[in-house]
């Protein structure tokens, strides 16, 4: 499978962005997904993840409120809507696939090393 993140840009702080991951291959549904971000000089982080289902859902706390994500099984695409965005919020984001058909319907996954598949990335700017 291969993932394709766009919309990243750059925006003022409290405005929103939407980042789409666009999948390859005919299992989409078959797929947990996660977003991640990396800021420069620090570690990739974990930022939401979305079940197979589309039923559960799970943010770091940092985000939660703030950012959204769903996934459209028509499109084969994954979604991070994103809020009253921070300064703290710029980094490269990536988007992560776990599957096909690995653990329930409701799983999610938080941990880098969960993810079997990667994106290369889409880089998100938030001026003050």
């Known amino acids: 499978v291969q993932l394709v993140e766009s919309g990243g840009e750059l925006v003022q702080a409290g405005g929103s962005l939407r980042l789409s991951c666009a999948v390859s291959?005919?299992?989409?549904?078959?797929?947990?997904f996660g977003w991640f971000r990396q800021a420069p000089g620090s570690d990739r982080e974990y930022v939401a993840s979305?079940?197979?289902?589309?039923?559960?859902?799970d943010y770091v706390r940092s985000v939660k409120g703030r950012f959204i994500v769903s996934r459209d099984n028509s499109k084969n695409t994954v979604y991070l809507q994103m809020t009253s965005l921070k300064v703290e919020d710029t980094a490269l984001y990536y988007c992560?696939?776990?599957?096909?058909?690995?653990?329930?319907?409701?799983?999610?996954?938080?941990?880098?090393?969960?993810?079997?598949?990667w994106g290369r990335g889409t880089q998100v700017t938030v001026s003050s």
């Open positions: 992560a696939a776990r599957g096909p058909y690995d653990g329930n319907r409701w799983s999610i996954h938080t941990g880098t090393d969960a993810y079997w598949y």
């Open positions: 291959g005919r299992t989409f549904s078959a797929y947990v």
């Open positions: 979305i079940s197979r289902s589309g039923e559960v859902t």
